[in-house]
């Protein structure tokens, strides 16, 4: 029951955000250099509708390994969706450098929490691999996360294929609790 709850607080974390307009929110997405990772995550997930999930975590000392049919991904998956670079407060705040097939957003500040965003693709140019790092730092809470996922294409359309996360959070004076997750998609 710890482990929910220290899952379903990182989850939460991640997933909180700021009141913006709509409208406004639209308008600039539209406008943004930046990768649409929040449009690439709900394609994917209209895609992958029907596909269960093999995972194992560890989630402090406690292992834990389950399929979930038809799992939640915006649950599961949270820190990519959360992985927003067209946010309109991080509109500007992100370098983005190419080499070869991957391209890499990094924060030129600490005010973003996604600090890495590195989008690999395939030789036909799709997306195949994204690797993320997020960081997160304030008096009551801290978390420090990092992951990978990766793509497959069936009919020219991407599915889910696998994930991997790791990471650390700390509320307040507690002890740091340490997870990973690795998962195959079915």
Same mark, same amino acid.
């Not at 949270?78 to 991080?90: E, N, Q, V």
């Not at 450098?97 to 500040?109: F, I, L, P, S, V």
């Not at 509320?171 to 609790?177: E, R, T």
């Given at each position: 029951?710890?482990?929910?709850?220290?899952?379903?607080? !990182?989850?939460?974390?991640?997933?909180? @955000?700021?009141?913006?307009?709509?409208?406004?929110?639209?308008?600039?997405?539209?406008?943004?250099?930046?990768?649409?990772?929040?449009?690439?995550?709900?394609?994917?997930?209209? @895609?992958?509708?029907?596909?269960?999930? &093999?995972?194992?975590?560890?989630?402090?000392?406690k292992y834990e390994?389950?399929?979930?049919? @038809?799992?939640? !991904?915006?649950?599961?998956?949270?820190?990519?969706?959360?992985?927003? !670079?067209?946010?309109?407060?991080?509109?500007g705040v992100y370098? #983005?450098? &190419?080499?070869?097939?991957?391209?890499?957003? #990094?924060?030129? @500040?600490?005010?973003?929490?996604? &600090?890495?965003? /590195?989008?690999?693709?395939?030789?036909?140019? &799709? /997306?195949?691999?994204?690797?993320?790092?997020?960081?997160?730092?304030?008096? +009551?809470?801290?978390?420090?996360?990092?992951?990978? +996922?990766?793509?497959?294409?069936?009919? *020219?359309?991407?599915?889910?294929?696998? /994930?991997?996360?790791?990471?650390?959070?700390?509320?307040?004076? *507690?002890?740091?609790?340490?997870? #990973? +997750?690795?998962?195959?998609?079915?």
């Open positions: 029951m710890r482990q929910l709850f220290w899952m379903a607080l !990182l989850v939460g974390a991640w997933g909180c @955000n700021q009141a913006t307009d709509p409208a406004a929110d639209k308008k600039a997405r539209q406008k943004s250099p930046y990768f649409d990772m929040v449009g690439f995550m709900s394609q994917l997930e209209r @895609n992958s509708k029907g596909m269960a999930l &093999r995972k194992r975590a560890l989630m402090g000392d390994e389950k399929t979930l049919k @038809n799992p939640e !991904l915006r649950r599961e998956l949270g820190i990519f969706f959360a992985a927003d !670079l067209r946010k309109p407060a991080w509109q370098h #983005t450098e &190419r080499h070869g097939a991957n391209t890499t957003y #990094t924060a030129r @500040n600490d005010k973003p929490e996604l &600090r890495l965003l /590195v989008v690999g693709a395939d030789s036909a140019g &799709r /997306v195949a691999r994204l690797d993320l790092h997020m960081l997160q730092d304030n008096y +009551l809470y801290s978390s420090d996360a990092s992951g990978s +996922l990766y793509v497959r294409y069936d009919g *020219g359309k991407p599915k889910l294929d696998s /994930v991997a996360l790791s990471g650390t959070q700390r509320i307040v004076f *507690g002890s740091p609790f340490i997870y #990973t +997750l690795q998962g195959k998609f079915l």
